[in-house]
């Protein structure tokens, strides 16, 4: 199971840190990825983590604005996100998949979701 937190409420320029918990197995195998999904939008790919090979991706609006990184001691995924705007505004979902290399953060390669958790930017 995953479970995703860290959401809320901020102004514009602010920042969060979301949180991706895992449990019943280890990430030490997976690829995690962030994905979200803005009201009418398809969900797409924020950014991803190859524990396989520590490959990166990050989507380009968000590219110098949100880091992800992971404490595989504690089998967590964070996601950073600093200079918010009011596009992203979302649901966030962490996502898993094992023995997933490279930079790929498509949502079909993902099998394992965990539930949403808001983040609302005002202007």
């Known amino acids: 199971q995953l479970q995703a937190s860290g959401g809320g409420l901020v102004q514009a320029g602010g920042s969060l840190r979301l949180s991706c918990a895992a449990s019943?197995?280890?990430?030490?195998?997976?690829?995690i990825g962030w994905f979200r999904q803005a009201p009418g939008k398809e969900r797409e790919g924020v950014s991803c983590?190859?524990?396989?090979?520590?490959?990166?991706y990050y989507g380009e609006s968000v590219k110098g604005r949100f880091t992800i990184s992971s404490e595989a001691a504690k089998n967590m995924v964070y996601l950073q996100m600093n200079s918010l705007e009011p596009e992203d505004t979302a649901v966030y979902y962490c996502?898993?998949?094992?023995?997933?290399?490279?930079?790929?953060?498509?949502?079909?390669?993902?099998?394992?979701w965990g539930q949403g958790t808001l983040v609302t930017v005002s202007s």
């Open positions: 019943g197995f280890r990430f030490d195998d997976y690829a």
């Open positions: 983590i190859s524990s396989r090979d520590g490959s990166t």
């Open positions: 996502a898993a998949e094992w023995d997933l290399w490279g930079s790929a953060c498509s949502r079909n390669l993902f099998s394992s």
